[in-house]
């Protein structure tokens, strides 16, 4: 996986102020077991599906004890490069490029309609050991108020195609590809989402039961914010965890309903 295209979805994380109360809940929902806290590495831990690493939880850094939130990692072959292009076209360095022993190279940026992401360039730690199964990521999708600006700014920073998706009830959804091979969507937020809701980056972990997470996520204290609710791709909820962070869950193989069509965005 060391050779992942530019802007493939890689690794995903969050800080939690309450670190084992995130294991906790996320090990009930998800499944997930955990491996030791690196403390070279600010405590950071690794969360496992079935004994592969799929994502990881950290505590916060200092003045960072904000509302928690997951962060998606799109891979890039320089982060030092992408991280230039990311300047170029109107987005922010929130964290400049830097080393991580030798696991690989990290920085986070937001996208000039607020999105934060993170880049990624694999070293020893080549992102994710496993997706779309139970447990692991399958799928994101950036949820902004400002499209435009979103759809201007990704495919200028990263190699993506965009196209638009034909839906019946008219959604504004964009996809962006690899070549043929869709990898991450974008979103319009409506007058549905509080205002206090800031633009972010909406990951996808693959459940066996969608209904089932729903119940045990809010029988944990999260709170469903979406669905659950059937689709060609799946049934999907969306919740956020007791601490805030947002984030979503899909039963891959419940589908209902036709694929919709995809058109080069204009």
């Given amino acids: 996986m060391a050779g992942l295209p530019e802007g493939m979805p890689c690794w995903a994380d969050a800080m939690f102020t309450d670190v084992e109360g995130a294991k906790s809940f996320y090990g009930d929902v998800l499944g997930w077991t955990f491996g030791e806290a690196s403390s070279e590495f600010g405590d950071y831990t690794e969360a496992y599906a079935d004994g592969k690493a799929v994502a990881a939880v950290v505590p916060p850094m200092p003045g960072a004890e904000d509302q928690s939130a997951w962060c998606l990692y799109l891979a890039s072959p320089d982060v030092a490069a992408t991280a230039r292009k990311i300047r170029e076209n109107g987005g922010e360095l929130l964290m400049e490029p830097m080393q991580v022993g030798d696991f690989g190279s990290m920085a986070l940026a937001r996208d000039p309609s607020g999105v934060v992401f993170g880049l990624w360039q694999a070293g020893a730690h080549e992102g994710f050991q496993a997706k779309a199964v139970p447990g ?77 997470a729903v119940a045990k996520a809010t029988e944990r204290g999260g709170v469903l914010r979406f669905g659950p609710m059937s689709s060609p791709f799946g049934r999907f909820a969306a919740l956020s965890d007791p601490q805030g962070a947002l984030f979503s869950v899909i039963d891959i193989t419940t589908t209902e309903g036709e694929m919709p069509q995809l058109s080069d965005a204009p």
Avoid at 138 to 152: M, S
Avoid at 187 to 193: A, C, G, H, I, N
């Fill in 136 to 212: 692991a990521y399958c799928w994101a999708e950036i949820f902004t108020r400002e499209p435009e600006k979103a759809d201007a700014f990704f495919p200028a920073v990263f190699p993506y195609r965009a196209k638009t998706m034909e839906t019946p009830d008219e959604v504004d959804f964009r996809v962006f590809s690899l070549g043929e091979d869709p990898v991450l969507g974008r979103m319009r937020m409506t007058d549905e989402f509080p205002p206090e809701v800031p633009p972010y980056m909406n990951v996808y972990f693959t459940v066996d039961n969608c209904d089932a």
